[in-house]
């Protein structure tokens, strides 16, 4: 019965994240469907693009709120006083959310000959976010101001949205070094931070393939993008 009941905790994370916030939003606000604007993708970086940023914005929360939904659930489900050391499916929970977010059952794409093609999704850094909030929430106040400082200096929304789960591996694995056995820093959620940052990583392999060629877009009002600006103003005057 337990397995079962583990078994369906994750599915319920995974269909969490499967909630296409983004689409919904865009929809209500623009008429427009978010899968035919820009990268195409259903997260708040390209709700912005597509509506604004009190869409982008909502779009965000509510994608976080995905993550940490499914931690919740499955903390209600298998509460750690009735079984101790039950963190894999805490953090197995939030990883479905991501996956799901990502992989969304609720937008199949089909091709010409109406048949299967893919899942459509978004690349998961808020619900990534979300699944650590929901592992420990003070991490909150740690990867947001770090996430605005990379956004804001680095310029690059895809290195912002990778930096969430690097942030949460290094925070969770400081935490589990400076006391290895405390039940408050177990080593699973060093391991959720290292698997968020793989299913970022891979849902974000065409803008990882800009970077490496240099033909990433960086945000205009960012450190980086007013230096390159400027540089390329000043090289527009010479």
């Known amino acids: 019965?337990?397995?079962?009941?583990?078994?369906g905790v994750i599915f319920v994370g995974y269909l969490l994240g499967s909630i296409p916030n983004g689409l919904w939003i865009v929809k209500v606000v623009t008429g427009k469907d978010v899968r035919q604007i820009e990268s195409g993708r259903t997260g708040g970086t390209n709700v912005l693009r597509a509506a604004?940023?009190?869409?982008?914005?909502?779009?965000?929360?509510?994608?976080?709120l995905k993550g940490a939904s499914a931690v919740w659930v499955a903390k209600a489900a298998f509460p750690e006083e009735v079984y101790p050391g039950v963190y894999w499916v805490y953090v197995l929970a939030a990883t479905a959310a991501i996956l799901g977010h990502n992989y969304s059952?609720?937008?199949?794409?089909?091709d010409e000959q109406k048949k299967f093609r893919r899942f459509r999704g978004g690349a998961g850094g808020a619900p990534a976010l979300g699944g650590a909030i929901g592992l420990w929430s003070p991490i909150a106040l740690i990867i947001l101001p770090l996430g605005v400082i990379v956004y804001f200096t680095?310029?690059?929304?895809?290195?912002?949205?990778?930096s969430v789960a690097f942030f949460a591996m290094?925070?969770?694995?400081?935490?589990?070094?400076?006391?290895?056995t405390s039940s408050d820093n177990p080593l699973p959620y060093v391991l959720y931070g290292l698997f968020?940052?793989?299913?970022l990583a891979w849902a974000l392999k065409p803008n990882i393939t800009k970077l490496i060629a240099g033909n990433e877009?960086?945000?205009n009002i960012s450190l980086h993008g007013w230096?390159?600006?400027?540089k390329e103003n000043k090289t527009r005057e010479d």
């Open 196 to 199: 968020a940052i793989i299913l």
């Open 217 to 219: 877009r960086v945000i």
């Open 154 to 162: 680095i310029g690059y929304a895809s290195v912002t949205t990778l």
């Open 52 to 64: 604004g940023f009190i869409p982008g914005l909502l779009t965000a929360l509510l994608d976080i």
């Open 227 to 230: 230096l390159k600006k400027k």
């Open 170 to 180: 290094v925070v969770f694995g400081i935490k589990y070094l400076l006391d290895p």
């Open 1 to 7: 019965m337990q397995y079962i009941l583990f078994v």
């Open 105 to 110: 059952i609720f937008m199949p794409e089909f």
